[in-house]
């Protein structure tokens, strides 16, 4: 008898541990100092929820023939599918009312100022201190029952987005994760060219670090010309320098073909989200690796050949 109230006297001390330790566990809400960094979030999340209903409909779209077939042949994954769908939709319902609400917020905010929801500029700045201490928002110090509710409202507001955002993202992984077991890709367009893109920024750094090289080698060319255009050493020079105007136009149009991808990508697609099989790519794919390998080389090649001269 003793010991299965110990048991019992466990369990309950157990399961009160979980919920302290789950509840303190709190998701920060935007950071709201002032009218415009409010501002600034509720466009962040605007031009985010675009993109994601967006995707949204292509992904709804290959997802009923894909739930068709494995309600049929694999009820087990239909299941995880229709699950995942199901996430991906209310977490972005969710996040469209919630935004909606913080727009009103803001309205309210702008047209009565009277309300002090944020303080002053002067005020803000002796707050600095507080703000980094305590992590929060806006202070609640002297504020009048409405102006607090309002700052509530807002906190609130954004942490159900913030929350429903992570949750869209981790179940939309997790389709993903479903997809590669079936040896197939579920590609996003905008987050691969995106990605891409910023791999492009890398690289464009390192073609910049080559300018003062080639400018070198300009001056070269113009004093070889100058002296004699007709002579071996001018003939060389000339040549290698349409070999790297050749060069320079092909980083040129991968550069552009990467800028322009999303578009390319999509109508090659039909569509800004597809599946296909782990071993395929489509021909937006296969073009940007070749050129990326080009481009590569030829960064490389490129101080190799300035220096041979």
């Known amino acids: 008898m003793f010991y299965r109230k110990k048991i019992r006297v466990s369990i309950v001390i157990g399961a009160l541990f979980l919920f302290i330790s789950c509840s303190s566990r709190t998701v920060s809400s935007w950071v709201m100092r002032d009218i415009h960094s409010l501002d600034a979030n509720i466009m962040n999340t605007k031009q985010w929820l675009k993109k994601e209903q967006s995707n949204y409909k292509y992904l709804d779209k290959i997802m ?36 909606s609400k913080q727009v009103k917020l803001a309205t309210k905010t702008k047209k009565k100022p009277s309300l002090g929801v944020f303080d002053s500029d002067q005020n803000q700045e002796n707050k600095k201190s507080l703000f980094g201490r305590k992590n929060k928002n806006t202070a609640t110090v002297n504020k009048s029952e409405k102006a607090i509710k309002v700052i509530q409202s807002l906190e609130k507001n954004s942490i159900v987005i913030i929350e429903n955002q992570s ?7 997790r389709m993903i994760g479903i997809f590669i077991k079936k040896k197939y890709r579920l590609v996003f367009i905008r987050d691969q060219v995106k990605q891409w893109n910023q791999h492009l920024k890398d690289l464009i750094y390192e073609r910049e670090k080559l300018i003062p090289t080639i400018d070198s080698f300009n001056l070269i060319l113009s ?64 073009k940007y690796k070749k050129d990326l390998y080009n481009y590569k080389s030829i960064l490389k090649e490129l101080p190799k050949l300035i220096e041979s001269i």
């Open 223 to 286: 004093e070889a010309l100058f002296k004699s255009a007709n002579s071996n050493y001018a003939n060389n020079i000339i040549n290698l320098s349409k070999r790297i105007e050749r060069y320079n136009d092909e980083m040129d149009r991968f550069e552009s073909y990467v800028n322009n991808l999303e578009r390319i990508a999509g109508k090659q697609a039909k569509g800004l989200v597809y599946l296909i099989k782990e071993d395929q790519e489509k021909k937006y794919e296969k």
């Open 167 to 173: 949750n869209y993202s981790i179940s939309r992984e």
């Open 64 to 99: 009923k023939k894909e739930l068709d077939y494995y309600r049929k042949k694999d009820f087990g994954v239909y299941q995880k599918l229709e699950e995942e769908m199901k996430i991906i939709n209310n977490s972005l319902n969710k996040i469209k009312s919630r935004l």
